[in-house]
């Protein structure tokens, strides 16, 4: 029987390198601007409204439109932020509040820098699909760093996608969540610990 599950997983060590903490849960969490995404792609639509972290509406389009113009034109929609940059990707943060499905943003994120309250975030890495048998996977990751000496709770964890469109219309760029998760317990990450999240999409035929 066909199925597309996620995963999550999320692991902790303490300045020597050591696991203090693995959690594993089955990711129960996509969110509406997902589902908008996918209608816009197989319905090939030009102008999907998706809510974004601001709680304000974004323009998602799956194609650029180009008439006679022989301007660059740029599509993309990915989660691979770059070092330091705290607005889409795997994030995480200290919110509890249980998960709608038009959910837009996290509850109360955890932001980038190396100050208390705060974890360094390294860029997101991806890892090539995989298929054993029935089974097909693949993972998105990102690793935390508490820099200024005190710990930091996580309880919740999202994933922010990143679009852009640039064709006749202008240069649309928006930020908008996909998922997010609430941890069925507070994970803690020491001081100048490290937290590795994990997310990996299986699909059984």
């Not at 969110?31 to 197989?42: G, P, S, T, W």
């Not at 998105?140 to 309880?155: C, I, M, Q």
Request: charge should be neutral; include cysteine; proline fraction near 2%.
């Amino acid at each position: 029987m066909m199925g597309v599950k996620a995963y999550l997983k999320l692991t902790v060590r303490d300045r020597e390198g050591r696991v203090v903490k693995h959690l594993e849960i089955e990711s129960r969490s996509f969110l509406l601007n997902l589902i908008r995404v996918f209608k816009a792609l197989f319905a090939r639509q030009h102008d999907m409204s998706v809510t974004l972290p601001d709680g304000g509406s974004g323009r998602f389009d799956a194609y650029c439109q180009v008439g006679a113009s022989t301007k660059t034109t740029n599509w993309w929609c990915h989660l691979m932020a770059p070092k330091e940059d705290d607005s889409y990707g795997i994030v995480v943060g200290l919110g509890t509040r249980a998960v709608a499905i038009d959910d837009y943003n996290l509850e109360s994120k955890i932001p980038h820098g190396t100050t208390a309250g705060k974890l360094y975030y390294y860029d997101v890495k991806s890892e090539a699909v995989s298929v054993e048998d029935s089974v097909m996977k693949f993972k998105v990751k990102r690793f935390f760093d508490e820099h200024a000496g005190s710990s930091v709770n996580v309880n919740e964890v999202g994933l922010i996608a990143f679009h852009r469109c640039t064709d006749d219309n202008g240069d649309t760029q928006i930020k908008f969540l996909i998922a997010r998760d609430v941890l069925p317990s507070t994970v803690t990450v020491p001081a100048y610990g490290n937290l590795m999240v994990e997310y990996e999409i299986k699909c059984t035929v």
